[in-house]
């Protein structure tokens, strides 16, 4: 007596229309953050998985201080942005150049203070440079990396002084 193979046999037709509903609702998905991405290509942010660190909300225990790093030079801005003085990378070998200076006051307040580095295109050399410089101090340390026209903005909205370029 034989017996009857087909009856071992599953049938997955409806399975398989589950999976293509799926991969649609899916590429519809990815077709539409495409779309609004290209469309607010300047609303872009890259923000930390809640929860993973401490900062995940962002920093609210420390004030920022900002170095815009170009590739020539490094812009300092003193007082949550009211003062900036920009300093040629030549001037850094100066014993007490303003570099310094701002370098010794963050870390006087260094409990209160970190500094974030806003590192331009063509100026990632330099920017290691003072990442290493700066860890080393014991200095916190945040970085972002800037398009070469953006401007720097503040809290409030305040925008940085402009300055002609060297």
């Not at 949550?80 to 310094?100: A, M, V, W």
């Not at 006051?105 to 970190?114: D, S, W």
């Not at 295109?121 to 945040?142: F, K, N, Q």
């Amino acid at each position: 007596m034989a017996r009857n193979r087909d009856s071992t046999k599953t049938d997955f037709s409806s399975f398989m229309c589950i999976i293509l509903m799926l991969t649609g609702a899916l590429v519809t998905i990815m077709i539409a953050n495409i779309t609004i991405i290209s469309a607010n290509p300047d609303n872009i942010v890259i923000s930390a998985v809640m929860g993973l660190t401490e900062f995940a909300d962002g920093n609210e225990a420390k004030n920022a201080n900002y170095i815009d790093v170009y590739r020539d030079r490094l812009d300092l801005f003193f007082d949550k942005g009211n003062r900036r003085e920009s300093i040629p990378l030549s001037d850094l070998e100066i014993r007490g150049n303003q570099f310094e200076q701002f370098m010794e006051m963050v870390k006087a307040e260094q409990e209160t203070e970190y500094i974030v580095l806003l590192v331009r295109p063509h100026a990632s050399h330099v920017s290691r440079r003072l990442i290493r410089t700066i860890m080393d101090s014991g200095i916190d340390l945040g970085f972002e990396l800037f398009e070469s026209d953006k401007e720097v903005r503040f809290e409030g909205g305040m925008v940085a002084e402009q300055q002609e370029e060297y």
